[in-house]
């Protein structure tokens, strides 16, 4: 199988998005809940963030015109790849702590590893992001490791 990481793809494995710094409302904890369905009393009151709270906040928020064609904005912490079609992979959260109202977080996203395999239809390269959230004082909150896998 050809090589399809350039070096210069792979060089960019270990960038960083500028550390995001959040103070999480109690309000942003009662929309997020009532969008999502929470039912339980401790998300609606707004004390403690759902699963899945902190996605929006790694998001970069965009007016819809400067968004991809799927809704998207483009990540910029990702390279242009050689392959175009692509799907999620894998997500896996390790929660260190809820995430409350007051909360004043550090959110680092850093591309961790791009790699080829061979597939049954051709090959695949699997990228692999994480996300650091720690409170200003440096307790860890949660980390977050996804792939996304372009064939």
Known sequence: MPEL??????ARIGDANPTLH???TRRDIQ???VSTGQTAKKYLDGDEAPPLFHFGYSLEV???EKLRKDGIAEDKLIPPLPL??????SSDTVYHRPIRAGDKLAITRRLKDIYEKAGKSGPLIFVVTEVVIETEGGEPVLNETTSLIAR
């Not at 175009?84 to 992979?89: D, E, F, H, I, Y």
């Open 31 to 33: 929309k997020y809940a």
């Open 84 to 89: 175009k079609r692509v799907m999620a992979g």
């Open 62 to 64: 965009l007016p819809p």
């Open 22 to 24: 959040v103070e999480v």
């Open 5 to 10: 990481l350039t070096p210069e793809i792979k």
